[in-house]
Every structure is written in C-alpha cells, then in structure tokens.
C-alpha cells in the first residue's frame, strides 16, 4: 500500500485487508498499473545474481512520531478505589489505580523465591479486604503486621465450585475448617457496644 501510494502520489486509507486488496486490484485492472497488487517482487542475491525461489514483500513504510512522554506516564498509589466485583485495585492512571501484577510476573517472584512479597502481593495489596484494612491500621499504629487472610478472588472461586455440587473445605494446619459466607463476615464486623439510640444495650 505504501509503495502504491508512493508511486501514484496520492494518499491511501488503511482499511481492512480484504477490502484493501479489492481495493488495489480494482485500481490496477483500471490503471493498467505494472505495481503488483500483493505487494511481492522478485528479488536477486547480490552475490550470485540468481533471483530468490518466492517472491518477497517490498514497500514503503509510514514513519508517525507517537507523543508518548514519561512525564504523563508517572503515577503511583498507597491506597485508592477498589473494584465493586473482585474488590481489587482499578486499573490505569486515569482512575487512580495500581499495577498490573499477572501471571507471569507471579512465576518470577517464585522463580526467585519471593515467597512474602508474593504472599503481599496477592492478599494485602491485592482483594484481601480485612487484611489490607489490618495491615492499614498496624502501619499507622506502628505495630507489627499481622497475617493476611484470605483473598476475596480464592472465596469467589470456592463458591464457584461448590455451585457444581463439589465439596470444597479449606482447612488450616491446625484442622480448623474455614468458612466463607454471611457468618463469616457477620463475625468479622466489629462489636460497638451501642444499642440504638446511643443507648449502652444493657440500659435499653
């Protein structure tokens, strides 16, 4: 297309391919244009002189200059929203969002042998919602932080599976069978001591 584009001196819009080479077989039948439509041409080694056995793509290329400044690319993030769905951070600098931790970045940090900062990375900064609220509240106490939990993506998945009548039971190394529903989240939620009204429960 560039090379056409070149030779013919006009500028050509970048459709789609199939519409493209209609588009340049219907000029060439009507031209009587000696540029082949595919674009490919024979080429000769420079050392022999024997022309190569298939024919090869020749053009032009299209150089942009992309605005792509560092200065527009910084950000970073302590803490920030959260998605409503995975109770994961947002994406992208424009919502104020973290990085992107995938896969592949989670197969370096076990090729090193990272395991706490993994073990960071996919509970407290990620869609473990009471540990990251712990671990928020130690740091401004200046305690010691504790243990995360369990992250809301490994609860959503346990659902999932037992949405196919599979028996699925997290165990701890004590033999502590864990839960994950309304109790668990109804026992998490903190004990004010307040009735209504402000009244203390044993007045009411």
């Known amino acids: 297309m560039g090379w056409g584009s070149e030779e013919r001196g006009q500028e050509t819009s970048g459709l789609s391919h199939d519409d493209l080479l209609l588009q340049a077989t219907a000029y060439s039948q009507k031209a009587n244009d000696p ?3 595919l674009g490919k041409m024979i080429l000769y080694d420079g050392n022999t002189g024997n022309p190569y056995d298939q024919p090869v793509t020749v053009g032009i290329i299209y150089m942009f200059k992309l605005a792509h400044l560092v200065e527009d690319k910084v950000h970073t993030r302590a803490t920030g929203p959260y998605s409503l769905v995975t109770q994961q951070p947002l994406g992208g600098k424009a919502q104020f969002g973290g990085q992107r931790f995938g896969e592949m970045e ?3 940090l076990e090729a090193y042998g990272a395991a706490y900062i993994l073990q960071e990375m996919l509970t407290i900064k990620s869609d473990d919602v009471q540990g990251r609220v712990k671990a928020y509240e130690s740091i401004v106490k200046g305690l010691p932080i504790e243990e995360p939990g369990i992250p809301a993506s490994f609860k959503v998945l346990v659902k ?3 949405s196919l009548a599979l028996a699925v039971e997290a165990v701890t190394d004590s033999g502590e069978v864990l839960h994950f529903g309304r109790d668990e989240r109804r026992a998490q939620l903190p004990k004010l001591g307040m009735g209504l009204l402000g009244f203390a429960p044993d007045k009411l």
């Open 160 to 162: 999932e599976l037992q």
């Open 35 to 37: 540029l082949p439509t």
């Open 106 to 108: 989670v197969w370096a």
